[in-house]
């Protein structure tokens, strides 16, 4: 099959019919994800479907001119990086699916704002003028579904998988027919085997790291068993039986319980209060180099750290048992 080029997408060729599509340069921090264009196949689906693919206006113009009619679109959790672009594809005539309970962060920012915990520490104009860097606009209209629900379209059915811990509604998709587990934002996010990224991402009051690692036993068995192929929003294409992306995600989560272990075993800390010590931890810009940032990209960088340090404060056994 002839493989457009278009000038700032990355197309790949996952299977005869199915596309993992990258955006290469974004507009801002959190504005896009790769996703899949299942294309149109005679006696399964007749039109061309999109599986959490967020990418600007313009790319989604062109991929509709080359590709289309898009009947349909499938989003997989409310994150900005997976919800910004969304309208576009609304606008070329697609319906919208996207899962409880973040489905309704498409429709109205103010949804995300409270759905994430974000107005518990942020102004809404904080998050507002982040959503807007990025991009984002709301939807008219969204088909919900149930993370775990199959999707059919045509003769096409989709599994629709629960990945919970990285956030409530986040799903994979597993295609039975080409055997392609697409594990959405699992924390798979290395552009290529050489380059590193940040690995699961837990930065939020609903996301759990017990969860993530369920899931990612979930998403390995399911690999291991049935998929020949591996995609997720932000790497590249893995094939069975090839496991480094679990390999990989746990490794990550295991830095990351290992950073916030020793900061904390500080004796500076010792008689300090849960709170102190987050506060503590935070000034050290253990994840994030959050000196380096200003206004409300230091607030939301701080934000997500703060999650992501008491997250591992609740799993460290010591810390557990002290008293306050
Ligand atoms: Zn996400």
């Given at each position: 099959?002839f493989?457009?080029?278009?000038?700032n997408?990355?197309?790949?060729?996952?299977?005869?019919?199915?596309?993992l599509?990258h955006?290469k340069?974004?507009?801002?921090?959190?504005?896009c994800?790769?996703?899949?264009?299942?294309?149109?196949k005679?006696?399964?689906?007749?039109?061309?479907?999109?599986?959490?693919?967020?990418i600007?206006?313009?790319?989604?113009?062109?991929?509709?001119?080359?590709y289309?009619p898009?009947?349909?679109y499938?989003c997989?959790?409310g994150?900005?990086?997976?919800?910004?672009?969304?309208?576009?594809w609304?606008?070329i005539?697609?319906v919208i699916?996207a899962?409880h309970?973040?489905?309704k962060?498409l429709?109205?920012?103010?949804?995300?704002?409270?759905g994430?915990?974000f107005?518990?520490a942020?102004?809404?104009?904080?998050v507002e003028?982040?959503a807007n860097l990025n991009?984002?606009?709301p939807?008219?209209?969204?088909?919900?579904?149930?993370?775990?629900?199959?999707l059919q379209?045509?003769?096409?059915k989709?599994?629709?998988i629960?990945f919970?811990?990285?956030?409530?509604?986040h799903?994979?998709?597993f295609l039975?027919?080409?055997?392609?587990?697409h594990?959405?934002?699992?924390?798979?996010d290395?552009?290529?085997?050489?380059?590193?990224?940040?690995g699961?991402?837990y930065?939020?009051r609903?996301a759990?790291?017990?969860q993530y690692?369920?899931d990612i036993?979930?998403?390995?068995?399911i690999f291991?068993?049935?998929?020949?192929?591996l995609?997720s929003?932000?790497s590249?294409?893995?094939?069975?039986p090839?496991i480094?992306?679990f390999?990989y995600?746990r490794?990550?989560?295991?830095?990351?319980?290992?950073?916030?272990?020793n900061?904390?075993n500080?004796?500076?800390l010792?008689?300090?209060?849960e709170?102190?010590?987050i506060?503590?931890l935070?000034?050290?810009?253990?994840?994030?180099?959050?000196?380096?940032?200003?206004g409300l990209?230091f607030?939301?960088y701080?934000f997500?750290?703060y999650?992501?340090?008491?997250k591992?404060?609740?799993r460290n056994?010591?810390?557990k048992?002290k008293?306050?």
């Amino acid at each position: 099959m002839f493989l457009p080029e278009i000038n700032n997408l990355e197309i790949k060729k996952v299977s005869e019919d199915i596309l993992l599509i990258h955006q290469k340069k974004q507009p801002f921090f959190f504005s896009c994800c790769d996703g899949l264009l299942i294309l149109p196949k005679k006696g399964r689906n007749n039109s061309t479907i999109s599986l959490d693919l967020n990418i600007e206006q313009i790319y989604v113009n062109q991929l509709n001119d080359i590709y289309g009619p898009v009947s349909d679109y499938v989003c997989s959790h409310g994150h900005l990086d997976h919800t910004c672009h969304v309208h576009a594809w609304e606008e070329i005539g697609a319906v919208i699916h996207a899962p409880h309970p973040e489905a309704k962060y498409l429709l109205d920012l103010n949804n995300f704002y409270k759905g994430f915990g974000f107005d518990e520490a942020l102004d809404y104009e904080t998050v507002e003028k982040f959503a807007n860097l990025n991009g984002y606009q709301p939807c008219d209209q969204v088909k919900i579904f149930n993370p775990g629900d199959i999707l059919q379209f045509n003769n096409y059915k989709i599994d629709t998988i629960s990945f919970s811990g990285h956030s409530k509604a986040h799903v994979g998709f597993f295609l039975p027919d080409e055997r392609v587990i697409h594990i959405s934002c699992l924390g798979f996010d290395k552009p290529n085997p050489e380059i590193e990224g940040f690995g699961p991402w837990y930065g939020f009051r609903d996301a759990s790291i017990s969860q993530y690692e369920e899931d990612i036993k979930k998403a390995e068995k399911i690999f291991i068993q049935k998929a020949k192929f591996l995609t997720s929003s932000h790497s590249y294409i893995v094939k069975n039986p090839d496991i480094h992306p679990f390999e990989y995600m746990r490794g990550k989560i295991k830095t990351n319980q290992d950073k916030v272990d020793n900061a904390q075993n500080l004796p500076h800390l010792k008689e300090k209060s849960e709170n102190e010590v987050i506060e503590e931890l935070l000034k050290m810009d253990l994840f994030f180099p959050k000196k380096k940032l200003k206004g409300l990209v230091f607030e939301i960088y701080r934000f997500w750290e703060y999650w992501i340090i008491r997250k591992h404060l609740k799993r460290n056994l010591n810390f557990k048992s002290k008293k306050f």
